[in-house]
Structures are given as C-alpha cells and as structure tokens.
C-alpha cells in the first residue's frame, strides 16, 4: 500500500521547519513505539543536518517492552541521537525529556543562552499532550486523530529552554508498502482516505505470526487459527459481529481488530523490530 498524500498544509511545515533549522540545538523527533522505523519521518534527517537528536519513543506502554528495548539500543548505537522511551501517563518519562535535551548541548550556559529545541512528528504521535505536559499548561489541541496542529507554536519554558512545536507531516509517498500499512494500523493516518478491511486483514496476518496467544487471550479464543479468514470468523463469532447466515461482518470486524489494536485493549503489541529492517 504506497499512499502518495502530502496535504498543502505539510508542505507548509517542511518549508517553514528548513527555515528555521539553523537557529535549533537539538531536535525533539517523536517516534511510534509500537512502529519506530515506519514513524521516523525520513525527511528529518536530511532537515537537521548535524544538529543532535533526541529520539522519544512514545506510546511505550502500548508497545512490547522487549521490543522497545531493542529499538533504543539501535537508535542509541547512532551517532548524533539519543533514545528514551516516553509514556505520557508516567510524570517520570516526561520530566527527564527537557534534561536530555539540555545534555546533548554539554557546553551551553543555559543562564546566559536558553536551548532552542524543535519538536518533530509524524501525526497522531503525541506532540500536542507532550507540550502540554512540559509547559504544564493547556497550550496545544490534543485528540486521538491525525492532524489535530496545524500551526507552529513557540513557548518559553522556565528553565532556559524555548520549544518550537510543528504540524505532524508525512513524507510525499509511504513506502515501503509495509510502512503505509503500519502507520495505517496505528492511526496515523486518517481512515476515511483507507480501506479499513485492507489495513485489519495485514493487522491480522501479523498478529497471528508475531501475538497469537495474546490474541486468542483477548477475544476468548481457545486457538486462534493461523488462517486469517478463518481468525476473523473467530472474532466475529466471539463479539457478535455476524450477518445472516452466519458469516462474518468484515466491517465491524475490522473496526473491532484496529480500534482495540489503537487502544491498547489487545495488550501491548510491537508492530517491528530492528531485525526487519
């Protein structure tokens, strides 16, 4: 599933995020946890240049913590880029975002010169709730769809750090195809423009390969059967998404698999690791 779509406003971002690049000291990109290679913008690295990054892997609690575990160890063997995971409910993950930052930037007197930080990713990641948190205050449109910012924001925090927040944006075209169906998955990208059957039939081979018992844990499922047809029968029958005769509703199917998936309610499920790549 190659998706080309770059809407005007993300257009906009990019030009505007080339603008202002040479002013940052370090870039704040956020990354899917559950998806960290398909979430990280390819388009970042060639905007920032030499400048440091700090990778925040968000959603963590979401996302197998094994999983998350070889993700930082990959991005940590980089150079110019440090990795932390982030779950939003935990204080503790959220406070330690503005002293890495500030340790990537060893020599600056923070006194005498405040840290430019720019906060980087792809919609739907987490953004607006991390600027909130940081801030402390209400300065940023949170929501569960893609594309809640649309303007850049500049806010001066108390202790000699100033954020510069951006719309999420994609790249022109999601490739691999693997990457599309991914972010497709995770709600980055907005399910009015998908096939929903399409994206939950891919969801469903993967999670039958990678979380089968998981799975069948989730829907009572005594064995869950490694035919995607035959899986989606299951969970039709389990959660009464059934049309006449007896056959399976793929719709409500579908939106049962993904949303549950998007929640968190089928545990914490990993869509990738370093090894894929």
């Not at 979401?62 to 063997?77: I, K, R, S």
């Amino acid at each position: 599933m190659a998706i080309n779509w770059f809407p005007g406003h993300m257009h906009k971002a990019r030009k505007e995020i080339a603008k202002l690049m040479p002013q940052i000291d370090v870039v704040i990109e956020l990354v899917d946890a559950r998806l960290p290679f398909s979430s990280e913008n390819p388009l970042v690295d060639g905007l920032r240049g030499d400048t440091q990054c700090l990778k925040l892997l968000s959603k963590a609690d979401l996302a197998d913590p094994e999983v998350t575990q070889e993700w930082l160890d990959w991005f940590n063997a980089k150079d110019g880029i440090r990795a932390i995971e982030l779950t939003q409910k935990n204080p503790a993950t959220v406070s330690k975002v503005l002293s890495e930052a500030k340790s990537l930037v060893p020599e600056r007197n923070f006194e005498k010169k405040e840290l430019r930080a720019l906060i980087l990713g792809i919609p739907n990641v987490g953004k607006s709730t991390l600027l909130n948190s940081l801030a402390g205050r209400q300065l940023a449109k949170t929501g569960n769809i893609p594309a809640v910012t649309k303007n850049n924001q500049r806010i001066k925090l108390e202790d000699g750090i100033v954020l510069h927040d951006t719309p999420g944006f994609l790249w022109p075209k999601l490739e691999p195809e693997d990457c599309g169906y991914k972010l497709a998955i995770s709600g980055a990208i907005k399910d009015a423009i998908l096939d929903l059957e399409d994206i939950a039939w891919y969801a469903m081979e993967y999670f039958i390969k990678a979380y089968p018992e998981q799975l069948a844990s989730h829907f009572h499922i005594k064995k869950l059967s490694a035919d995607p047809i035959t899986a989606f029968d299951q969970v039709a029958a389990k959660r009464g998404a059934l049309r006449g005769g007896g056959i399976a509703d793929l719709r409500k199917v579908s939106e049962i698999l993904l949303f549950g998936y998007r929640q968190g309610e089928l545990g914490r499920l990993s869509l990738e690791r370093p090894s894929d790549i």
